[in-house]
């Protein structure tokens, strides 16, 4: 598994790639057909290609109306350059195995690959239908994916999500919604030392507005903002005619995620004659704990606890391709991949000890769902 993990890592594949994403697609499409799944492919030349890859069930196992499938879910892309790797190769260490993209998440994309392999290599009936699906745009917000996870998600009675766990190996139960905002300030140039009252600062008013964005946060119901990116003016002579920010929104309910929007759609400029635009909105909705989901927890835990270890849970502020599925009611349990820590960092690695005890649980829970 080790092998396979490593021959994920050394084909980079860099989101909005579109070459190296389709390459990695088509290269796992060739192995999980070896392994007696039946592939698809979905391509997009902004992004790369999607990858669905189906096992079957059994029929008698479950009631005859009952056709739900078991969704197993991961992504293909990751946010290093190509030629990361010539600086960061492939290695091991005291027990971890470092590698660009290794934690998040091609370990996990080796486990459900390999929960296929054993399938086929030990006979199981998996009691439901099992999909695959590989995405190649989850770091850039799954835009092009998104259509395909929604409808593979309405077919599904359960999801599993093989994001990398929290650095421990608590999987993930709960994470934040997303928001992007993209703010655009227009103002009115002019000579900054010789008639300065004549123009109208955009800048001056973004740092307004940035003022009154900071305040819309509630740390107590988990809404935070970020204005991440700021850019505007030409000149330090000349009054700055435009400015942009990109705002960041983290949030745990619907409630908190309309009254945000609704905030921001209704931001008002300070100065006289300033002009506001807001573009952008909610990228992924929360993923919440519900009663579903905790049963779905539970039953992970006691097959952990069969196969010799203990299982715990978290929430997190990141948002994954199961805030998508868990909007439409199907319960997801999220951060199945292997245990390690480094996401989009350059120390990013996985323990290496934990990949066969982890295999083995996404593979009880693809036969027992």
């Not at 088509?26 to 669905?52: I, Q």
């Amino acid at each position: 598994m080790l092998d396979f993990i490593r021959w994920l890592v050394e084909q980079e594949s860099m989101s909005r790639d579109d070459q190296a994403n389709r390459l990695i697609a088509e290269n796992l499409a060739d192995r999980l057909t070896d392994f007696g799944a039946a592939v698809e492919l979905f391509s997009n030349p902004d992004y790369g290609t999607t990858l669905l890859a189906r096992c079957k069930g059994n029929p008698t196992s479950r009631a005859p109306e009952d056709n739900k499938q078991v969704l197993v879910v991961g992504h293909l892309d990751t946010v290093w350059p190509i030629g990361t790797l010539a600086e960061r190769p492939f290695s091991v260490e005291d027990g971890r195995a470092f590698g660009p993209g290794i934690f998040d998440m091609k370990a996990g994309v080796a486990l459900a690959a390999f929960a296929v392999r054993a399938i086929k290599d030990l006979a199981l009936t998996p009691r439901r239908p099992v999909t695959l699906i590989m995405t190649c745009d989850e770091e850039t917000g799954s835009h092009f994916s998104r259509e395909i996870i929604e409808a593979e998600a309405r077919r599904s009675h359960a999801a599993l999500v093989l994001e990398p766990p929290i650095p421990g190996g608590k999987v993930k139960t709960a994470r934040k919604g997303v928001g992007e905002f993209e703010l655009i300030i227009r103002g009115r140039p002019a000579h900054a030392g010789n008639d300065p009252r004549a123009g109208i600062s955009a800048i001056t008013e973004l740092a307004h507005q940035t003022l009154a964005i900071n305040a819309m946060a509630d740390f107590e119901r988990g809404t935070t903002l970020n204005v991440g990116v700021v850019r505007g003016g030409v000149l330090s002579n000349v009054i700055a005619a435009e400015a942009r920010a990109h705002v960041d929104l983290r949030f745990q309910t619907i409630e908190e995620g309309a009254r945000i929007t609704e905030a921001m759609q209704g931001l008002q400029p300070v100065l006289e004659g300033a002009r506001i635009e807001v573009r952008g909105g909610i990228n992924r909705p929360p993923m919440v704990r519900t009663p579903e989901a905790a049963a779905l927890f539970e039953r992970a835990k006691g097959l952990a606890a069969e196969i010799g270890f203990e299982l715990e849970e978290g929430s997190v502020g990141g948002g994954s391709d199961g805030n998508f599925i868990a909007a439409l009611g199907v319960p997801v349990l999220d951060g199945l991949g292997v245990d390690g820590a480094g996401a989009h960092a350059e120390h990013e690695h996985i323990i290496i000890s934990d990949i066969p005890r982890r295999a083995a649980l996404v593979t009880r829970l693809v036969e027992t769902l």
